[in-house]
T-cell receptor, first 113, second 112 residues
Framework: AQSVTQPDIHITVSEGASLELRCNYSYGATPYLFWYVQSPGQGLQLLLKYFSGDTLVQGIKGFEAEFKRSQSSFNLRKPSVHWSDAAEYFCAVVIDSWGKLQFGAGTQVVVTP | NAGVTQTPKFQVLKTGQSMTLQCAQDMNHNSMYWYRQDPGMGLRLIYYSASEGTTDKGEVPNGYNVSRLNKREFSLRLESAAPSQTSVYFC???????????FGNGTRLTVT
């Protein structure tokens, strides 16, 4: 069965430092992958998506993600985090022909001064 | 542009009470979804509707029913609420197969 794993439940990072969030997927064909961000009390907002082509994908808010088929990974990165990046981040993969998404358990990011 | 609108934002129920969560989208999307979010478990799909007139069970459908009233509206009903249904509920919609999900702001439900 298709699945997506986010190994890190919680990450603390200093403001201005770089950030990398890990996502691993299990899927036989070329996956359709997404990263979402959820601020407290809000719904999920799309950061970026990968369908095909260039394996380095640019998103909003200065985020990027790299698709690595050999490692079954789609890690999210930001070179320099801002306090406003404190949120929960979810990786997701399309799991069937209807386009349903399977979400990872999420990674909570805390930004310290 | 409102996107996906959910009501209510908050609700407290006693065990055994019933209620309906409402969801409407104005993006002319075919597919609509109900998820629940619990700490450490990410989002789990309760029910979805691939198109107007169709509904199907997701990962955790027990205790819930849905109605796709028209293309815009997709409601979630709890017939007899249980404490295990305490959660944050999100409605979402999407256009095509590889389109992203658009989420509402959620309903925080507490069952005592």
């Amino acid at each position: 069965a298709q699945s997506v794993t986010q190994p890190d439940i919680h990450i603390t990072v200093s403001e201005g430092a770089s950030l990398e969030l890990r996502c691993n997927y299990s899927y036989g064909a070329t996956p359709y992958l997404f990263w979402y961000v959820q601020s407290p009390g809000q719904g999920l907002q799309l950061l970026l998506k990968y369908f095909s082509g260039d394996t380095l994908v640019q998103g909003i808010k200065g985020f990027e993600a790299e698709f690595k088929r050999s490692q079954s990974s789609f890690n999210l990165r930001k070179p320099s985090v801002h306090w406003s990046d404190a949120a929960e981040y979810f990786c997701a993969v399309v799991i069937d022909s209807w386009g349903k998404l399977q979400f990872g358990a999420g990674t909570q990011v805390v930004v310290t001064p | 542009n409102a996107g996906v609108t959910q009501t209510p934002k908050f609700q407290v129920l006693k065990t055994g009470q019933s209620m309906t969560l409402q969801c409407a989208q104005d993006m002319n999307h075919n597919s609509m979804y109900w998820y629940r979010q619990d700490p450490g478990m990410g989002l789990r799909l309760i029910y979805y509707s691939a198109s107007e007139g169709t509904t199907d069970k997701g990962e955790v459908p027990n205790g819930y029913n849905v109605s796709r009233l028209n293309k815009r509206e997709f409601s979630l009903r709890l017939e007899s609420a249980a404490p295990s249904q305490t959660s944050v509920y999100f409605c979402a919609s999407k256009g095509g197969y590889n389109s992203p999900l658009h989420f509402g702001n959620g309903t925080r439900l507490t069952v005592t």
